[in-house]
């Protein structure tokens, strides 16, 4: 058999050419297309920053020893927690 590109003499039961590397047969599955990762958009980042930034006002506080709910300490943990996750798996 010959190679469609190349015309090169090529074995009969060959998938792929030896010297271009193009198949020989039509393939039995199609490939799928993925749609492209959007861009990182800076709402994540912004939002980041302003939790830090809450977080630093109420480290400052406990530093000047005023007591701070275990509430808000639990709802800062877990939007912490929230953020880092939606970063990681965005």
């Known amino acids: 058999m010959q190679c469609k590109n190349c015309q090169t003499k090529i074995d009969d039961k ?3 050419c030896f010297r271009c590397g193009v198949a020989t047969a039509e393939p039995v599955r199609r490939q799928v297309e993925v749609a492209p990762r959007r861009a990182r958009q800076t709402k994540p980042f ?3 920053a302003v939790f830090f930034a809450v977080v630093g006002v109420f480290l400052t506080r406990a530093l000047e020893a005023q007591p701070t709910s275990p509430a808000v300490w639990l709802i800062l943990g877990v939007t912490g927690a929230l953020l880092v ?3 990681r798996f965005w």
Request: glycine share 12%.
């Open 14 to 16: 060959a998938l792929i």
């Open 46 to 48: 912004l939002l980041g």
């Open 85 to 87: 996750y939606r970063l």
